[in-house]
């Protein structure tokens, strides 16, 4: 895919006031976020279904062990138990940060990340809800369909220009870091 294109997904679900709630139809940022949490294989990332009904054990493990969720597929509404998580709801009990999932009280893990993600195209979501999570949009324009198809024409036939933009826009990213840095 295009370094743009990832430069933003990378971006977009890094936010660390909100959980980040993705609209992503063609599946393109999911498939990133998933290959993206892959490179750590020392903290192996679960992948969790809205409508299985092991879920909330299954988030309550990731919480304690400091494990990223992907809870993938989501409809137009999301279980009351995940609320604690949303507003991340995290306090001290014992000396040891903790967050309330259903009648559990769970340790909370630093490490612990929660991203959500729906192919539904137009989706219909609560206010209540959407002041909760960071939306982002990833359904595909017609520009960013061309993008995309430009990009593995690019890929296919000329290999070299792509990796040579890659090479420049990584320049550019650890430049830019470096002033934020100094």
């Given at each position: ?16 006031s ?5 609209i ?36 309550e ?10 809870m993938?597929?989501?409809l ?49 979501y ?26 593995v ?30």
């Amino acid at each position: 895919g295009r370094v743009g294109s990832e430069m933003c997904i990378r971006a977009s679900v890094h936010s660390p006031s909100r959980v980040p709630f993705i609209i992503d139809p063609a599946n393109a940022a999911g498939s990133w976020l998933k290959a993206h949490l892959s490179e750590t294989p020392s903290r192996p990332f679960e992948s969790i279904q809205s409508h299985d009904a092991r879920f909330v054990n299954q988030v309550e493990l990731a919480v304690r062990f400091g494990k990223p969720v992907v809870m993938e597929n989501v409809l137009e509404g999301l279980d009351p138990a995940l609320e604690p998580i949303l507003l991340k709801q995290v306090f001290k009990s014992g000396g040891v940060m903790s967050i309330r999932l259903g009648d559990s009280t769970v340790e909370y893990n630093k490490d612990f990340k929660f991203y959500i993600t729906t192919k539904l195209r137009n989706p219909h979501y609560l206010p209540e809800l959407q002041v909760k999570v960071t939306l982002l949009n990833f359904t595909i324009a017609q520009e960013g369909l061309e993008d995309q198809l430009l990009a593995v024409v690019v890929n296919q036939e000329r290999r070299d220009l792509e990796m040579a933009h890659r090479l420049q826009w990584n320049e550019q990213q650890k430049q830019s870091q470096h002033r934020t840095v100094t």
